[in-house]
């Protein structure tokens, strides 16, 4: 009787489960289907920005070595400048000198031209005197020896004279040659430097533009790429924010969802109560009714084992009274035989034994805690790991088995999620109401899903099978215990081992 009551409950419970509303499943999952795409649009706008970024660097290092390209330059354009002017000084002192220079051959050309003339008007006497000058003459035609030393005196200035004008004319003359000569060379020479100079600044000067007009196409080019990052970043925060927003409404329902599993399970347990007090009441009464019936029968038999009883006992004295008749009869032995004659007393019967009620134990609870969702060994456990991309941080524990392992619901729930999300690869996500608390399960990089969004399932029910698609190294389940709703942050998620 009891079994089919626990039969018929059990079957109410599930038939209630089947029936409870999923109208806004498909809300959940196209809500986390546009959480994927923005986190996707997210991780391709942190790849351009990134992307931006490493374009800004380059540019950034082209224009720190073309600004040292310039500084050098401008540091040759500055030695070559004060080169040009120095050289314009010395110049600028060579004209001077030269000017200097110029003056002393004019006043040498003059003197050359007074002597010159001088030359002329004695060529010119000495033509008109018959073309000679006899010396000897003008001293024997002195008048006294006073005269004479005189006219010695004056003859050997004259000549002396002429030989002083023809030495300075020459030596004038090759003066004048000579600098005439050092002039033209030392102006030639610092023209010449001053050319090379001036071609040295122009040419720094055109390399100076073309790396001003580098600097400038960089610039633009730089601020291009700021002004593309910058959009890039804005629409990533408005991605963000509605990430976010998603995210949240995910959240809610997903509480929406474990609040559903919360009021099914009172519901439940609500049914389970009421039917096993209703079963325990009609189990007491049927033991009451089963203890009534055994008194009154026992009541009974002991009223005729009681008429048994007096009926033997009168049958008792009868032979008795008879007996003594006999025994009186019999004289010589009735003291002997009267001691024989006496009636042997006949035990009671003893009245049949009442059964107490029996008491009904109640059917045992099912079990609040996770089972293992898939056989296998356990590979990598919750907490820090590194397999091979830097350190990182393992919310959950793997399971490796082969690929097309089933795998189990942990626990009763609801199917929150079921579909390709990012790293997890194909995974299922379930809300569960257990004692008043919310949890969530993920099952992730499974080959095959075997549930759908907004379904009931009970626990040990195949919801999909091992495999290894997302971020997955090999086939293996990846298994996350989250108390309360899931989040993309998973920052709720706790060691599931701690609840096998």
Known sequence: MISKWMITSLSSVLALSILIPTANADTLSELEQRQQEMQQQQSELNSSIGEKSGQINQNVSKLEQLAATIADLNTQINDAEAKINNVQTEIDQTKIEIDDLKKSIEELKQKIAEREGLL???????????????YIDVLLGANSFVDFIDRFSAVNTLIEADREIMREQAADKELLAKQKKQVESKLAEQESRRSELVGLKASLDSKKTEQAGFVQNLETEQNRLAAEKGGLENERTEVIEISSDLEEQIINEQARLAEIARKAEEERQRKIAAEKAAAEARALAAAEEEARVLAEA????????????ASEKAIAIE???AQAAREAEAAS??????????????????????????KVEAAPSSNSMFIKPTSGRYSSGFGGRDIGDGAESHLGQDIANVTGTPISAAASGYVSFAGRMGGYGNVVILTHSINGQTYATVYAHMSAINASVGQAVTQGQNVG???????????HLHFEVHIGPWNGSRSNAVNPMNYF
């Open 298 to 309: 026992a009541e009974a038999r002991a009223r005729e084992a009681a008429k048994e009883q």
């Open 465 to 475: 099978s091992v495999g290894s698609t997302g971020r997955s190294t090999g086939p």
């Open 319 to 321: 032979e008795a009274r």
């Open 333 to 358: 032995s009735a003291k002997a035989e009267s001691a024989k004659a006496k009636p042997a007393i006949q035990p009671k019967a003893a009245a049949p034994a009442v059964s107490s009620p029996r």
């Open 120 to 134: 002329k008007e004695r060529a010119r006497a000495i033509q008109l005197s018959g073309g000679s000058v006899d």
